[in-house]
């Protein structure tokens, strides 16, 4: 062990502030480490995890998310192999479209040969990946994206059949709005080779989908994309088309963009007790501009692997604030997961966010001036306001950083709320939520027991050992119907 958490956070804090001597005084940087400081111990705020990691240390590569281009030539494939061992190595994960490359036994004019389509080139991806831990601490984390109309798009949707396939990667295949119009049809759709961009047969839309539905349900990919509807909030589309996300899925960008991710946990913010508990709005806008200069900030402090992506990250400048502990700010304030109310709750919660985040970046453009690229952007001559990021939300899983906050991760209802964690020496924990425990104490149903059956049950449903207007509250993601789980993202999302 060489840090306490405390260290680890002076660390972060006080690296992270640096920055603050670009745009003003040393007072200002002694002022901000303590202000980072103080959220990150609060845990009301947590960058993500290579910031962590990294920040203040040899590596100091900041980011989490990374999109590179695959293009379809031997240097063009294996560059991006290249890169994203780096990116691997220095602590981020990769997306990726392979829609570029020519389909599987089309010919290769320099050679005479036949092409071995994208699917065979992501395993070259996935073994290379294998070799290289990120940052050290954790194996790589890919994504994989195909558009629907790519010739070898059924061999995509298949890839991952067999168990350990490809086991680096998140695999999703890009929806085009004419496909799905096809699917409500009953239509075929044509499949395009990208290199002629000449079409080389059709499919039935309707069997296609059906497949993708089937092996989502049996193997977990793949997951979908609306590439359309992602390009129609593309913020620089003079830039060019998003054509990936992040290994998460959560972050589209660019080819060569990275963006620097954290989250608020909700958890944190809620004022009173019993009948009236609220959301305390006044500190949430504090930590909200707060955390908009951090992210800010660790854009002119991380060291890009690549000259081109940092080029690319300080183009645009893409910050993406979310949130943790969206359940458990519903517990706080007696509202259950799958209700009208909790959808009201994450519009408004979420609403106010990216109105703070928005306004905190102009602030910040008033003083460092608009991100480089910002007369590419659907911004410019809006209002006559410059903002200083191109985005500034986003909303992440918040795996690592919900465990260390002790909080519900990103906007998920909890999976269960008591549980056993086996640990990697194989000690097992049993974990409770801390605000259902203290109901629990609270109404004088706390044992041990019970939380060793609610583990093993994964839901309080249907104890009636339990009252009534609790088992209502805390419902967990086995109480909550798919609709449910849709509704609440396309809440946030808007």
Known sequence: LVESPRHMFKRVARHIARAEKKYGDESDMEKMAETFYRMLTDLTFLPNSPTLMNAGRRLGQLAACFVLPVEDSMDGIFDSLKNAALIHKSGGGTGFSFSRLRPKDSRVGTTGGVASGPVSFMKIFNTATEQVKQGGTRRGANMAILRIDHPDIMEFITCKKNDGDLNNFNISVGLTEKFMQAVQTGGTYDLIDPCEEAKTGELKAADVYNTLVEQAWDTGDPGIIFLDRINRDNPTPLLGEIESTNPCGEQPLLPLEACNLGSINLAKFVKGSGKKPAIDYKSLETTVSNAVRFLDNTIDMSNYPIQAIDEMVKGNRKIGLGVMGFADLL????????????????????????????????????????????????????????????????????????????????????????????????????????????????????????????????????????????????????????????????????
């Open 331 to 494: 517990f706080r304030l007696n509202i259950p997961y799958n209700s009208e109310e909790a959808l009201e709750k994450a519009e408004e919660v979420m609403a106010f966010i990216q109105k703070t985040s928005q306004q905190a970046s102009k602030e910040l453009a008033k003083k460092r001036g608009p991100f480089k690229n910002f007369d590419k952007s659907i911004f410019h001559g809006k209002n006559g306001d410059i903002l200083r990021n191109a985005t500034t939300t986003t909303i992440a899983p918040t795996g690592t950083l919900s465990i260390i906050s002790d909080c519900s991760s990103g906007i998920e209802p909890l999976f269960a709320l008591s549980f056993v964690r086996n640990v990697m020496d194989n000690d097992k924990l049993l974990e409770v939520n801390p605000y259902f425990e203290s109901i629990a104490r609270e109404y004088g149903f706390y044992s041990t027991d019970l939380l060793y059956a609610i583990a093993r049950k994964g839901s309080i449903h249907d104890m009636e050992e339990i009252p009534e207007d609790v088992r209502r509250v805390f419902v967990t993601a086995h109480d909550v119907t798919p609709e449910w789980h849709l509704r609440m993202q396309a809440a946030f999302q808007k």
